[in-house]
């Protein structure tokens, strides 16, 4: 059965802090994607990665960082947290562009 | 500027009753589409998906979708819905290589 983890299902965190979210697939992926999602504005993609060591902003990037080392695994970073991170956190793998997504549970994230 | 519109954020059905989610896309080429479906806590699962071919498609869970190049639209149809249908309900275009557009969601509701 084909899988997306995500390291934490829950997490509560401090403005400024430090925080990575990480992302695990084992389909052998080329493309993995980060999305927030938020009440009634739905999905909006923060950035997506093509390859290893490859990534693309996405349509909200701002205040995130990405790193992708090795090709299961993509980490989203929040340099310093702020309140208006606060969401729902879902990452994402395809075989090829514009191929069907596999989603992970999703983390849902809170900075207080 | 490529988008994609559900226009109903909530509907409500009774168990056994037929539904029909709408979905209106603007994009200027030939879309990828998809239709996903998010139970309570849980990532996105892909429900079905239009490339090319013939227009009517069926999914998992008895689930079907018909493309209307004239409408513009995707909309997502079922005989007859069961409780456990209630979920929210996610349309998708697949546009500029490797971005996704997402709906803002459907709730369904279902009525025993």
């Known amino acids: 059965d084909v899988k997306v983890t995500q390291s934490s299902r829950y997490l509560v965190k401090r403005t400024g802090e430090k925080v990575f979210l990480e992302c695990v697939q084992d389909m052998d992926h080329e493309n993995m994607f980060w999305y927030r999602q938020d009440p009634g504005l739905g999905l909006r993609l923060i950035y997506f990665s093509y390859d290893v060591k490859m990534k693309e902003k996405g349509d909200i990037p701002e205040g995130y960082s990405v790193s992708r080392e090795k090709k299961e695994r993509f980490s989203l970073i929040l340099e310093s947290a702020s309140t208006n991170q606060t969401s729902m956190y879902l990452c994402?793998?395809?075989?090829?562009?514009?191929?069907?997504?596999?989603f992970g549970p999703g983390t849902r994230l809170t900075v207080l | 500027a490529q988008s994609v519109t559900q226009p109903d954020i909530h509907i409500t059905v009774s168990e056994g009753a037929s539904l029909e989610l709408r979905c209106n896309y603007s994009?200027?080429?030939?879309?990828?589409l998809f239709w996903y479906v998010q139970s309570p806590g849980q990532g996105l699962q892909l429900l079905l998906k239009y490339f090319s071919g013939d227009t009517l498609v069926q999914g998992i869970k008895g689930f079907e979708a018909e493309f209307k190049r004239s409408q513009s639209s995707f909309n997502l149809r079922k005989p007859s819905v069961h409780w456990s249908d209630a979920a929210e309900y996610f349309c998708a275009v697949g546009a500029v290589t490797y971005k996704y557009i997402f709906g803002t969601g459907t709730r369904l509701k279902v009525l025993a």
């Open positions: 994009y200027g080429a030939t879309p990828y």
């Open positions: 994402a793998s395809s075989r090829q562009a514009l191929d069907e997504q596999f």
